[in-house]
């Protein structure tokens, strides 16, 4: 019995004591490309969530088109006043996104241009430097999960961050070549007759 007791506080003691380290390693540190994979979304909003886990009543069809897109998506508006705000005066114009199967494919921030350097900057301190800059005012942070692209040309009046759940938006490709593969098919069928 008392083999057994020191096995136990021996185990005890051993995992209290691995507990900071495994509470590290799964957030990632701010600044870090593993601290986007970790958030996951913005706000209250999460990639790949299901759209019933967001109050309904914040909820509106974005430019209020309430059919599926060319990609089978359906777009909303988030309708939250504390959303928008990013602290120092900097606020959102839009905070929308995109579900496929009722699961948050991607989120957009819309906002004045004129923020794209300050926005730019607060994404480099939240998130790391930016893995790629494919042009001018575009910026992608790349991870295994999670993709997270700024564009803000300065010859379009609002900027855009877009966050992308990398795995739902490689099934909607997949499902899209798919339903055109079966369209091709058919269209082949019905002129062979």
């Given at each position: ?10 185990a ?28 996951n979304g ?13 109050e309904?009543g914040?909820?509106a069809?974005?430019d ?9 998506c ?13 602290g ?12 496929y ?10 906002f ?17 430097k ?12 790349k991870?295994?999960g999670v ?21 739902i938006?490689?099934?909607?490709a997949a499902?899209d ?11 082949n069928?019905?002129?062979s007759?």
């Amino acid at each position: 019995m008392k083999l057994n007791f020191n096995f136990r506080t021996l185990a005890i003691s051993f995992f209290i004591a691995l507990l900071p380290f495994a509470a590290n390693c799964q957030g990632g540190d701010k600044g870090s490309l593993q601290y986007l994979l970790a958030s996951n979304g913005f706000g209250q909003i999460k990639l790949g969530a299901d759209l019933k886990a967001l109050e309904a009543g914040k909820l509106a069809y974005l430019d209020d088109v309430d059919s599926l897109d060319e990609d089978s998506c359906y777009k909303f508006s988030y309708k939250d006043q504390k959303i928008l705000h990013l602290g120092n005066g900097l606020d959102l114009n839009l905070v929308g996104f995109r579900t496929y199967k009722n699961k948050i494919v991607n989120i957009y921030l819309f906002f004045p241009r004129a923020y794209g350097y300050t926005i730019l900057a607060k994404f480099e301190a939240t998130y790391g430097k930016f893995t790629n800059a494919s042009g001018s005012f575009i910026y992608d942070w790349k991870t295994s999960g999670v993709t997270l692209s700024l564009r803000y040309n300065p010859n379009v009046e609002m900027g855009v961050a877009i966050f992308t759940c990398n795995n739902i938006d490689k099934q909607l490709a997949a499902d899209d070549n798919q339903r055109k593969t079966r369209q091709a098919q058919q269209k082949n069928l019905l002129g062979s007759l």
